[in-house]
């Protein structure tokens, strides 16, 4: 469910959320979100960044930390 391509540069604590349940206590139809990632070339993402689902990271983008 994640796509990294070439060079991608991710530094430490990045989290990635493909999957994410929390909806679930507002609504009764019981659904849980699920999305894919995909991280393109040239990539930077700084420092415990977090990288929710159905992100798309174009060529050549920088993601400030935290």
């Not at 990632?37 to 420092?47: E, L, P």
């Amino acid at each position: 469910m994640i796509t990294v391509d070439d060079y991608a540069a991710i530094s430490t604590g990045v989290k990635f959320i493909t999957h994410e349940n929390s909806i679930v206590k507002i609504s009764s139809k019981g659904i849980d979100l699920i999305g894919a990632i995909h991280i393109c070339k040239n990539i930077f993402i700084g420092m415990n960044a977090v990288i929710l689902l159905k992100v798309f990271i174009a060529d050549n983008c920088l993601v400030g930390k935290g």
